[in-house]
């Protein structure tokens, strides 16, 4: 009997096999998660994600477009962030007792200055105590800085000065510490001191006391080389340096500010050349009214009507610090409100208003700045105004704004050794005429093979390209070629260095929240499982399945058969 | 006791003993005093007069104190016996056992005790206290420490200096061993000459004689100064020089072997403090006299000091008579007797006959002290003057050589400036602004029209602008060589007229702050006006309308020229070089820096080097001379490895340098806008501008 019964499951099973039978069921499967980190320095935490999500996820170290969801691990958004689609996850790092969030200096600054750099410090649980931020340079403490902590969740700005002791490249490091318990964080940046000097064109048309005076100011300061032609009449000109023979000089091009003393004696086609100078060249202009305003300067800065005074004294005018730049009696303001200007120095009025008597308006890539103080030279001494600071500062500052013939961008200037980079190349005069031919050379000076490739981009005269930071620690320079014009960028390899720690909580929180994902803190890890599988809602699948399409089923059939066969012969029945 | 015969003689006798004992006493106090102090003084650490009060306080310890150190020790005769019975023998203890029976009534009644007191009073009758308590000794020992001390004053004084330092030699390379620095200040001063080893600083009087002497392992130093560079002669196994104090400034050693190899320098500062004129106040009468009826004398009181030490102090009179174009003008001096407590304060009264100048009325006198110190050659200093006026009933002082009759209207005109602004400030919050500033600019016409007439008194020729710019202590060089004369004959020495072109310029500055309703501002500017005119009229007394430093204008300023001249003038562009300091500064930021991780010798060198290059740079700056003292240290003890904590001396050092450096330059324009942000702001423009297309 029970032989009867072997036969007959072997023999199911063959029938059942024959049939074949589907089975249809719905399911979920193993989302795959990408995780990108925002730096080198967020391994521990992206490997921490991975560790939760290791039951239940499937997980990509790097960007991968068929994951279900990223992770961005890191406190700011990584370069990889552009374009993902799908869930976005952020995971931001604890908050440490010290962060330097923000390290600002001018990267290519004149030698004989003094250098701004602005940092901000991010402080928690720091209340009461002292942060001492130290800026150092070279290995030496240049200089030291202690303010209060206000309250536990601040971020304290520090505003310190660094003077270069030798031109070329330094790297210059802050390290924010607080006194009482040691807890510190450090960040680095750099600056390229240079020889370079701006140079500034004086130009009158006739005998200017204004701008005698302001240049005066301007020659003895080690910042500008100044070249100056004064036409004191007709056909008789004093000159210092080589400066064109008019405005319509090409030649005019080579300084990045022009002063024009009695812009009244300009002709139109002084205006019209100044203004080529002003938009295709990105150029600097400054105007010195000393009296009567021509129909050609009103075309120039566009104001139609004028309004003067002559007060009984001189009048103090002031600036936004504050201050007394400049005193004067006669004063030349534009009668109507000119769209897009700037006032930098404004004489207060009666009704509470200020009079804008010096200003500044953009003419393309260029600017137009204008002095109505008619008379300020009269009142330069020093203890009378600021005159002899106010005009070399804002020269400085006029050249300093003016676009370079190659203007190079770098996304870092303190690079890891290996650590990849974007660059930006704007060639000025490609970019501001119609002129589109250009072949541009890029190269990592001093590094063999070192060609960085660079492309158009969508806007004209604009190249981008990518490198690769060199091995060699220390300062290096990138340097690009056009035909007529070498520009270089200097940036800094060292792998202890490390920009300030941005922290862009609130751009992250955005771009996951815009993306239907959220954002949680490091210390929330143990939560990420559960609040992913809610964010990526896991669409449940339909399989169908046939549960006879296995070869296992040979198997129990060969043993089934196999033992009825041995029951037999024991019986002796076969 | 009054009982017994003798007694009172008894008594008698020890009271001469007293008296001889404590003379004694006083005399051997007087002498350890004397000896300290001799010695306290040759060390140059006690003043003659704390020397003084040693010798006082010696002596009175000495006498109080006496022989068993015990005070008190002449209340007891019966000790003042025993004293007197162990200097002679004749006593066998009778004149003990009398002075005990003295002191004790109780036993002292009977014959035996009479008989004793009697014959103790015979005895003492033959006794001389002054054979007993012979004072040889203590003479000698005062005579001895007299001359002791005479001979400590009297000794040159000479401040030794701290060593500094040991100065560190880097073998087989020339080097400073040590240098031996004597500064001899001028005679006149009184000042002890100071003897300096290694010294990285010296500070002294202007004029004083330095004496270096320097031993080095070398063939030749030189030494640099501000005024140039010489070499050392050798002498006597040293190299010498002389330099003299003139000014703020450095002395650089610089070794060098025979090949001309160069050592190490030694840097020293240089602070020299200049010898300021004396101060002198004329006490009394201190003011203006206007007599009708002259008395015959009045008594003067002067004072005056200095920071060294004065040399004469007088009174002088100029008595001016006459009238019309006839003046006569008497110069004369008043007696004085003076006292002079010390060489730097001195004071002298007297008393001024009147009478014997025969004053009439409308005679004038002007008097005012003068002063001169020792420094040779120096100015003497004149007091305020003030004047002696003999007057009828109701005149009033002589036109053109009285200050300004209405100078009280000037004053009280401007303080009425003063008061309508600070009313105008109360009511300012009950104003309307516009009132505000109305009000303000009345007040400004009227402070316009005070200044007016205080331009039109000091002569009426100062223009605006020349006020406006011109620093009120620049002065023209070239008039002021003109007035040399006056100069000289001190007439220039009163401050009057800058102080009254301050009070105008305050006026000034005051009706341009009413213009613009500052009212703060103004209040400010209007009271140092005042405060000005008020130092002229207490310290000139006559504020003449004839000027010895006349206002012009300076023509080179004005650019003024023939066209002509400038046809076909060229120049090369001008390129301004940084500052020799900023320069200098930076480079020693770099060579201090170094130090921090480069010990070698040649760091070190650079380091003193570019500290050389500053003093050079700015020789007058305190600051820079203590600064390169302290480099110099600081790279002495980093190439001996002797610096403990190297790197934070070299932090402070350049952060001091960093500091220094930043106050001469300007700021670095921050990161400019992007190209494409210069792009956009244009385009922007150009869009909203009216009428035109881009």
């Known amino acids: 009997m029970k032989m009867v019964w072997l036969r007959l499951a072997a023999v199911t099973i063959a029938i059942v096999s024959v049939v074949d039978p589907a089975i249809t069921s719905s399911r979920t499967s193993q989302p795959v998660v990408s995780i990108i980190q925002a730096s080198a320095d967020q391994d521990q935490l992206a490997d921490r994600v991975s560790d939760a999500l290791?039951?239940?996820?499937?997980?990509?170290?790097?960007?991968?477009?068929?994951?279900?969801?990223?992770?961005?691990?890191?406190?700011?958004?990584?370069?990889?962030?552009?374009?993902l689609s799908g869930a976005i996850v952020g995971v931001t790092p604890n908050a440490t007792p010290v962060t330097i969030v923000q390290l600002d200096a001018p990267y290519d600054v004149p030698i004989n200055t003094r250098i701004p750099v602005r940092a901000r410090v991010a402080v928690a649980g720091e209340a009461g105590r002292t942060l001492e931020v130290t800026l150092r340079s070279g290995g030496t403490a240049v200089q030291t800085t202690n303010v209060p902590v206000p309250s536990d969740s601040a971020v304290v700005p520090i505003a310190m000065t660094f003077v270069p002791a030798t031109g070329g490249v330094s790297r210059i490091t802050a390290i924010a510490r607080i006194v009482e318990t040691g807890s510190a964080d450090s960040a680095s940046t750099m600056i390229d001191a240079r020889e370079s000097r701006y140079p500034v064109l004086f130009f009158d048309p006739r005998a200017s006391w204004s701008s005698t005076f302001v240049r005066r100011a301007v020659e003895s300061d080690p910042r500008f080389v100044v070249t100056s032609r004064v036409q004191t009449s007709r056909g008789v000109s004093s000159v210092s340096g080589?400066?064109?023979?008019?405005?319509?000089?090409?030649?005019?091009?080579?300084?990045?500010?022009?002063?024009?003393?009695?812009?009244?004696?300009?002709?139109?086609?002084?205006?019209?050349a100044v203004e080529r100078y002003l938009r295709e060249r990105g150029g600097r202009v400054v105007l010195l009214l000393d009296g009567r305003v021509s129909a050609n300067v009103n075309r120039?800065?566009?104001?139609?009507?004028?309004?003067?005074?002559?007060?009984?004294?001189?009048?103090?005018?002031?600036?936004?610090?504050?201050?007394?730049?400049?005193?004067?009696?006669?004063?030349?303001?534009?009668?109507?409100?000119?769209?897009?200007?700037?006032?930098?120095?404004?004489?207060?009025?009666?009704?509470?208003?200020?009079?804008?008597?010096?200003?500044?308006?953009?003419?393309?890539?260029?600017?137009?700045?204008?002095?109505?103080?008619?008379?300020?030279?009269?009142?330069?001494?020093?203890?009378?105004?600021?005159?002899?600071?106010?005009?070399?500062?804002?020269?400085?500052?006029?050249?300093?704004?003016?676009?370079?013939?190659?203007?190079?961008?770098?996304?870092?200037?303190?690079?890891?050794?290996?650590?990849?980079?974007?660059?930006?190349?704007?060639?000025?005069?490609?970019?501001?005429?119609?002129?589109?031919?250009?072949?541009?050379?890029?190269?990592?000076?001093?590094?063999?093979?070192?060609?960085?490739?660079?492309?158009?981009?969508?806007?004209?005269?604009?190249?981008?390209?990518?490198?690769?930071?060199?091995?060699?620690?220390?300062?290096?320079?990138?340097?690009?070629?056009?035909?007529?014009?070498?520009?270089?960028?200097?940036?800094?390899?060292?792998?202890?260095?490390?920009?300030?720690?941005?922290?862009?909580?609130?751009?992250?929180?955005?771009?996951?929240?815009?993306?239907?994902?959220?954002?949680?803190?490091?210390?929330?890890?143990?939560?990420?499982?559960?609040?992913?599988?809610?964010?990526?809602?896991?669409?449940?699948?339909?399989?169908?399945?046939?549960?006879?399409?296995?070869?296992?089923?040979?198997?129990?059939?060969?043993?089934?058969?196999?033992?009825?066969?041995?029951?037999?012969?024991?019986?002796?029945?076969? | 006791v009054r009982a017994l015969p003798d007694a009172s003689e008894l008594r008698r006798f020890f009271g001469r003993v007293r008296t001889r004992l404590f003379l004694l006493r006083a005399v051997e106090g007087v002498a350890a005093g004397s000896v300290i102090g001799a010695a306290l003084a040759a060390l140059g650490a006690l003043s003659p007069w704390l020397v003084g009060s040693v010798i006082v306080a010696t002596g009175i310890v000495r006498t109080l104190l006496g022989d068993r150190w015990r005070f008190g020790w002449w209340r007891s005769n019966a000790r003042l016996a025993r004293d007197v019975e162990r200097r002679t023998p004749v006593g066998r203890n009778l004149i003990v056992t009398a002075a005990e029976?003295?002191?004790?009534?109780?036993?002292?009644?009977?014959?035996?005790?009479?008989?004793?007191?009697?014959?103790?009073?015979?005895?003492?009758?033959?006794?001389?206290?002054?054979?007993?308590?012979?004072?040889?000794?203590?003479?000698?020992?005062?005579?001895?420490?007299?001359?002791?001390?005479?001979?400590?004053?009297?000794?040159?004084?000479?401040?030794?200096?701290?060593?500094?330092?040991?100065?560190?030699?880097?073998?087989?390379?020339?080097?400073?061993?040590?240098?031996?620095?004597?500064?001899?200040?001028?005679?006149?001063?009184?000042?002890?000459?100071?003897?300096?080893?290694?010294?990285?600083?010296?500070?002294?009087?202007?004029?004083?004689?330095?004496?270096?002497?320097?031993?080095?392992?070398?063939?030749?130093?030189?030494?640099?100064?501000?005024?140039?560079?010489?070499?050392?002669?050798?002498?006597?196994?040293?190299?010498?020089?002389?330099?003299?104090?003139?000014?703020?400034?450095?002395?650089?050693?610089?070794?060098?072997d025979s090949a001309g190899t160069r050592g190490s320098r030694h840097l020293i500062g240089l602070a020299v403090t200049a010898d300021r004129p004396p101060r002198v106040t004329l006490a009394a009468p201190g003011r203006d006299l206007f007599f009708s009826n002259v008395p015959a004398t009045i008594p003067v009181a002067v004072n005056a000091e200095d920071d060294?030490?004065?040399?004469?102090?007088?009174?002088?009179?100029?008595?001016?008579?006459?009238?019309?174009?006839?003046?006569?003008?008497?110069?004369?001096?008043?007696?004085?007797?003076?006292?002079?407590?010390?060489?730097?304060?001195?004071?002298?009264?007297?008393?001024?006959?009147?009478?014997?100048?025969?004053?009439?009325?409308?005679?004038?006198?002007?008097?005012?002290?003068?002063?001169?110190?020792?420094?040779?050659?120096?100015?003497?200093?004149?007091?305020?003057?003030?004047?002696?006026?003999?007057?009828?009933?109701?005149?009033?002082?002589?036109?053109?050589?009285?200050?300004?009759?209405?100078?009280?209207?000037y004053a009280v005109s401007q303080q009425m400036v003063i008061l309508k602004t600070e009313r105008l400030i109360a009511r300012k919050a009950s104003l309307p602004a516009d009132s505000v500033a109305d009000a303000a600019r009345l007040l400004a016409a009227e402070q316009r029209q005070v200044r007016?007439?205080?331009?039109?008194?000091?002569?009426?020729?100062?223009?605006?602008?020349?006020?406006?710019?011109?620093?009120?202590?620049?002065?023209?060089?070239?008039?002021?060589?003109?007035?040399?004369?006056?100069?000289?004959?001190?007439?220039?020495?009163?401050?009057?007229?800058?102080?009254?072109?301050?009070?105008?310029?305050?006026?000034?500055?005051?009706s341009s702050a009413l213009t613009e309703a500052s009212l703060d501002q103004a209040l400010r500017d209007e009271r140092a006006a005042l405060d000005n005119l008020m130092r002229a009229f207490s310290r000139t007394r006559f504020i003449l309308r004839a000027l010895t430093l006349r206002e012009r204008i300076d023509l080179d300023r004005r650019l003024s020229g023939a066209l002509l001249q400038t046809a076909g003038l060229s120049a090369p562009a001008a390129s301004a070089d940084p500052p020799a300091r900023v320069a200098a500064l930076r480079r020693l930021m770099a060579d201090v820096s170094a130090l921090a991780h480069d010990t070698a010798r040649a760091s070190a060198t650079?380091?003193?080097?570019?500290?050389?290059?500053l003093l050079r740079s700015d020789p007058g700056s305190d600051t820079i001379r203590a600064l390169a003292g302290r480099i110099q240290e600081v790279a002495r003890e980093v190439i001996t490895r002797q610096a403990p904590r190297a790197s934070e001396k070299v932090d402070s050092l350049v952060r001091e340098l960093s500091l220094l450096a930043e106050t001469s330059l300007p700021v670095a324009p921050m990161e400019p806008s992007s190209f494409d942000a210069l792009r956009l702001a244009g385009a922007w423009r150009d869009r909203n501008r009216p009428g035109r297309q881009p």
């Open chain 1, 54 to 83: 290791s039951r239940g996820f499937r997980t990509v170290h790097g960007r991968f477009d068929g994951a279900a969801g990223t992770i961005l691990v890191g406190p700011v958004l990584p370069d990889e962030s552009t374009g």
């Open chain 1, 242 to 272: 080589s400066p064109p023979l008019s405005l319509r000089d090409a030649s005019l091009d080579d300084h990045a500010a022009i002063v024009i003393g009695s812009p009244d004696q300009l002709t139109i086609s002084d205006v019209a």
């Open chain 1, 300 to 574: 120039l800065t566009g104001v139609s009507r004028w309004r003067s005074t002559r007060l009984e004294s001189p009048v103090a005018l002031r600036d936004s610090s504050g201050t007394t730049p400049l005193r004067a009696r006669e004063l030349a303001w534009p009668a109507d409100d000119i769209r897009g200007m700037s006032v930098h120095v404004w004489s207060p009025a009666s009704d509470s208003t200020g009079r804008p008597v010096v200003w500044s308006v953009p003419v393309g890539a260029g600017e137009l700045f204008v002095s109505g103080a008619l008379d300020a030279w009269h009142y330069r001494d020093p203890g009378a105004s600021a005159f002899e600071q106010f005009w070399p500062q804002a020269l400085s500052d006029l050249s300093a704004s003016a676009p370079p013939p190659l203007e190079i961008e770098l996304s870092r200037r303190v690079m890891a050794p290996g650590q990849e980079a974007k660059i930006r190349l704007t060639v000025r005069d490609v970019a501001l005429t119609t002129d589109r031919s250009v072949s541009v050379r890029a190269v990592l000076a001093n590094v063999a093979d070192s060609t960085v490739r660079l492309w158009p981009s969508e806007e004209q005269g604009v190249f981008e390209g990518t490198f690769v930071a060199p091995a060699d620690s220390g300062p290096h320079r990138i340097v690009v070629t056009t035909g007529s014009a070498t520009e270089s960028a200097a940036f800094i390899v060292d792998a202890a260095a490390r920009p300030a720690r941005s922290l862009e909580s609130d751009a992250i929180r955005a771009f996951a929240s815009s993306r239907g994902g959220f954002t949680i803190a490091e210390g929330e890890l143990r939560t990420l499982p559960s609040r992913l599988t809610a964010a990526f809602q896991p669409v449940p699948r339909v399989e169908t399945w046939y549960p006879m399409r296995s070869a296992w089923w040979l198997l129990p059939f060969t043993l089934l058969l196999g033992g009825e066969w041995w029951w037999r012969r024991r019986r002796g029945l076969a």
């Open chain 2, 101 to 256: 029976l003295l002191e004790s009534p109780r036993e002292s009644s009977g014959y035996v005790p009479g008989l004793v007191v009697r014959r103790a009073a015979a005895m003492a009758r033959e006794l001389n206290p002054a054979r007993i308590f012979p004072g040889r000794n203590a003479a000698a020992a005062l005579a001895i420490a007299v001359v002791l001390l005479a001979g400590a004053l009297a000794l040159p004084a000479t401040v030794v200096g701290r060593e500094n330092a040991r100065l560190t030699r880097v073998p087989g390379l020339p080097g400073i061993e040590r240098v031996d620095v004597t500064v001899t200040p001028p005679s006149y001063s009184g000042l002890p000459a100071t003897t300096l080893v290694n010294p990285s600083r010296i500070e002294t009087l202007a004029g004083s004689r330095i004496q270096l002497s320097v031993a080095v392992e070398g063939a030749d130093v030189l030494l640099e100064t501000t005024s140039g560079t010489q070499q050392l002669s050798a002498s006597g196994g040293a190299y010498t020089a002389t330099v003299i104090a003139d000014a703020d400034g450095y002395i650089a050693l610089e070794p060098r």
């Open chain 2, 308 to 409: 060294l030490a004065l040399a004469s102090l007088k009174l002088r009179y100029t008595a001016v008579s006459g009238s019309g174009e006839r003046f006569t003008f008497i110069e004369r001096e008043v007696p004085l007797t003076l006292a002079t407590p010390n060489a730097r304060n001195w004071s002298a009264t007297g008393t001024w006959r009147l009478d014997s100048l025969a004053l009439a009325p409308g005679d004038l006198v002007v008097y005012r002290a003068v002063a001169t110190d020792r420094r040779p050659g120096s100015a003497p200093v004149e007091s305020d003057s003030y004047v002696l006026e003999v007057v009828t009933p109701g005149a009033i002082a002589a036109e053109g050589f009285a200050a300004d009759d209405e100078r009280d209207r």
């Open chain 2, 452 to 510: 007016a007439e205080f331009v039109f008194m000091m002569g009426g020729e100062l223009e605006d602008a020349a006020l406006e710019t011109a620093g009120t202590t620049e002065l023209n060089e070239e008039a002021e060589a003109e007035a040399e004369g006056d100069i000289l004959a001190g007439r220039l020495q009163n401050q009057g007229r800058i102080d009254m072109m301050r009070a105008i310029r305050s006026m000034s500055r005051a």
């Open chain 2, 606 to 613: 650079r380091a003193v080097d570019g500290a050389l290059a």
